[in-house]
């Protein structure tokens, strides 16, 4: 069945690159999702990516997909404090609807 | 991107009595979805709410359990009926930008929490 995976938790100075990875098994996949979680609030789509491309970049945000591994990554340069929450990564197969499959979320601290 | 709110922010509930919550959008939308984020995990669809027609479940949810309305484009509900401590989540309206859209936004969510 479908599955996406992530790492649960990355700490990161501030200042510093953060990489944040998700594996997915569905390779029927159309579209993959980075959305991000602050304490107490919704979720907030950052950026998407189509199948067909392998690298997006949007400010400070950068994907990349290997979709022959299966393998997406969002990096956020010159992380900052703002920027700790949970980070989601999600599929979808845009057929019938589009249903998201989510990872299980990872959660970023950024510290001085 | 849509402007999504939803009612009530966050309840406190008995076992065995049931919660409504809204969600109301800011323009009208073809598909609207609900999903629950149980305590520390990641978020799991429940329904798509379709316009004019029954939800369709997912796995694992029924309508009997979370009954679902969707009366026009901009707003739909869902109950959680009968509650029980385990149904303690946030439960989250979803929207897709634009039909066919490939964007979905999501509301802040309502934290219910059953005792």
């Known amino acids: 069945g479908e599955d996406v995976e992530q790492s649960l938790f990355l700490s990161v100075r501030e200042g510093d690159s953060s990489v944040i990875n998700c594996t997915y098994t569905d390779s029927s996949s159309t579209y993959l999702y980075w959305y991000k979680q602050e304490p107490g609030a919704g979720l907030q789509l950052l950026t998407y990516i189509f199948s067909n491309m392998d690298m997006k970049q949007d400010q400070r945000l950068t994907v990349l997909l290997n979709k022959k591994d299966k393998h997406l990554s969002l990096r956020i340069a010159d992380t900052q404090t703002g920027d700790s929450a949970i980070y989601f990564c999600a599929e979808s197969n845009a057929g019938g609807y589009n249903k998201l499959i989510f990872g299980a979320g990872t959660r970023l601290a950024v510290h001085p | 991107s849509a402007v999504i709110s939803q009612k009530p922010s966050r309840d406190i509930c008995q076992r065995g009595t049931s919660l409504t919550i809204q969600c109301q959008v800011d323009?009208?939308?073809?598909?609207m979805f609900w999903y629950r984020q149980q305590p520390g995990q990641s978020l799991t669809l429940i329904a798509t709410?379709?316009?004019?027609?029954?939800?369709?479940?997912e796995s694992g949810f029924v309508i009997d359990k979370f009954p679902i309305s969707r009366p026009n484009l901009t707003f739909s509900t869902l109950t959680v009926s009968n509650m029980s401590p385990e149904d303690s989540s946030i439960y989250l309206c979803?929207?897709?930008?634009?039909?066919?859209?490939?964007?979905?936004?999501f509301g802040p969510g309502t934290r219910l929490t059953v005792l």
């Open positions: 323009s009208q939308v073809t598909m």
């Open positions: 709410a379709n316009q004019g027609s029954e939800a369709t479940y």
């Open positions: 979803s929207v897709e930008a634009e039909a066919g859209g490939i964007q979905q936004f």
